[in-house]
C-alpha cells in the first residue's frame, strides 16, 4: 500500500503559480512512476504530467507543457508539481497517483494508488 497526500492547491487569480506537493507514505516511493491528474466537475479525471522512478523522464499533457513542471524527491518521498502562468480552465481537484509501469504513463488505469485531492481555484 502507498498512501498519497497532497497539498499546496488554493484560490490564486489567473497568471499566478501554485505548487503542489504530494508525500508518500512508502519508503520503496522511489519505485513508482507518478503521475498528476485533474478533475473538474462534471468531467472525467484528466492526466497532467507524469514522472519516471527517478525523474529521468516527464511528460506532460499539451495544454500545460511549457507551463507545468514535474518534479520528484524521493530521499523526501515527495512529488511536486509547478504551476506557473495559471489559467481559469486550470480549476479543478488535483489528484497525485502512484504507478508501476516503468515508463512516463498518461493512462489513468495505470496508477493503482492515488491521494485524496487537492482544490486548486483560479480566477480571472
Known amino acids: 500500500q502507498v498512501q498519497l497526500v497532497e497539498s499546496g492547491g488554493g484560490l490564486v487569480q489567473a497568471g499566478d503559480s501554485l505548487r503542489l506537493s504530494c508525500a508518500a507514505s512508502?519508503?520503496?516511493?522511489?519505485?513508482?512512476?507518478m503521475g498528476w491528474f485533474r478533475q473538474a466537475p462534471g468531467k472525467e479525471r484528466d492526466f497532467v504530467a507524469a514522472?519516471?522512478?527517478?525523474?529521468?523522464?516527464?511528460y506532460y499533457e499539451d495544454s500545460v507543457k511549457g507551463r507545468f513542471t514535474i518534479s520528484r524527491d524521493n530521499d523526501k518521498k515527495t512529488v511536486y508539481l509547478q504551476m506557473n502562468s495559471l489559467k481559469p480552465e486550470d480549476t479543478a481537484v488535483y489528484y497525485c497517483?502512484?504507478?508501476?509501469?516503468?515508463?512516463?504513463?498518461?493512462?489513468?488505469?495505470?496508477?493503482?494508488?492515488w491521494g485524496q485531492g487537492t482544490q486548486v481555484t483560479v480566477s480571472s
Open positions: 514522472i519516471t522512478w527517478n525523474g529521468g523522464s516527464t
Open positions: 497517483a502512484a504507478g508501476s509501469r516503468p515508463f512516463a504513463d498518461d493512462d489513468v488505469r495505470e496508477y493503482g494508488y
Open positions: 512508502r519508503r520503496t516511493f522511489s519505485w513508482y512512476t
